[in-house]
Structure formats: structure tokens, C-alpha cells
């Protein structure tokens, strides 16, 4: 990886882009495969369907490790990321240099959906429901298998191409 001097993803010349990046949002860490061979991307443009059950909708880099990941095994963990974990963002967004890969940056523990960081608070562990080509992303429809939900008291938040702190 190279480490640029400018903004990794410039957006001046894309509305799309732009109107996506003010609307803000919580910053989660998708991770599926196994903590020794896994795969993880930062996500912020996701949603919660409720139903019985309830459903997880993601944009994921169709050309990402993650991706590849979810076609294997079909599971997957999505833990939302706190304030610290902001290193940890820029790292599985492959915008900040991780020696050793990503996962040896945080505690993680194994769990029949992929890797979980040890630290999260609020996760769920999900099943792929199904794959959808979606512009330029690959829109990921899963099912909740499994959910966890904590204190968030310190949000990590995505707003205008910068990570800024929640008043919680």
C-alpha cells in the first residue's frame, strides 16, 4: 500500500458521492472467515430491516476481500465501531498502513460467523441472505442470526469523508 498526501477517495467532481457523505452515519466492521484467515471491510452505508427475521443491508466493495469472503462462507459478523476504533476503520477501509493485516491491530475472538473484535459492544452474526449488483457496490441482504446490543456511548460516525465524534 502507498500512504498519499491527499484524500485517498477526492469527491469534488461526484454529487453522488458527496450527497452520500452528508448524510452521516455509524460506522460498522464487517468481518467474516476465520481470525487466523479472515476478511474484514468498514461499512457505513448499511441499514436494519426489521422483520421476523430481521435483516442487515450493507454496500460492500464488490472487489474487496470481503466480498470474496461472504461468497465462501455465507456469514459474517457486523459490530459496530466506538471512537477508539477509529485506527482500526482506516485500516479495514485499506486507507491506513496495517503491518501484519488489519486483524493483528485489535483482539479478536472466533465465533461461528466470523471473527468478532473482542472490545465491540453491540453485534450481530448474520447469515447471507443474498448478493445484488447495486451501481458500483454489491448490496448484501442478511439475515440476523444472532444479536448483541450494548452501550455505545462514544459512536465512531462517518460524515462528509471524515470520522467526527458523536455527542453519544
Known amino acids: 500500500m502507498t500512504i498519499h498526501s491527499g484524500h485517498p477517495f477526492p469527491t469534488p467532481d461526484d454529487p453522488v458521492r458527496r450527497l452520500r457523505g452528508r448524510l452521516g452515519g455509524a460506522v460498522s466492521l464487517w468481518t467474516a472467515g476465520s481470525t487466523d484467515d479472515g476478511a474484514g471491510l468498514t461499512v457505513s452505508s448499511l441499514m436494519v430491516a426489521g422483520g421476523e427475521p430481521a435483516r442487515l443491508l450493507g454496500l460492500v466493495d ?3 476481500d470481503l466480498a470474496l469472503t461472504l461468497s465462501d462462507t455465507g456469514r459474517a459478523v457486523v ?3 466506538r471512537w ?5 476503520a482506516e485500516a479495514f477501509a485499506g486507507t491506513a498502513p496495517a503491518p501484519g493485516g488489519a486483524f493483528r491491530m485489535a483482539e479478536f475472538a472466533a465465533t461461528g460467523w466470523g471473527p468478532r473484535l473482542a472490545d465491540t459492544t453491540t453485534w450481530a452474526g448474520v447469515a447471507v441472505e443474498s448478493t445484488v449488483a447495486v451501481g458500483w457496490s ?3 441482504t442478511a ?11 462514544d459512536p465512531l460516525v462517518h460524515r ?3 470520522y467526527v465524534r458523536s455527542p453519544g
Open 62 to 64: 464488490p472487489d474487496s
Open 79 to 81: 459490530q459496530l465501531l
Open 84 to 88: 477508539p476504533h477509529r485506527d482500526l
Open 138 to 140: 454489491l448490496l448484501v
Open 143 to 153: 439475515v440476523v442470526e444472532e444479536l448483541v446490543v450494548g452501550e455505545d456511548d
Open 160 to 162: 462528509r469523508g471524515r
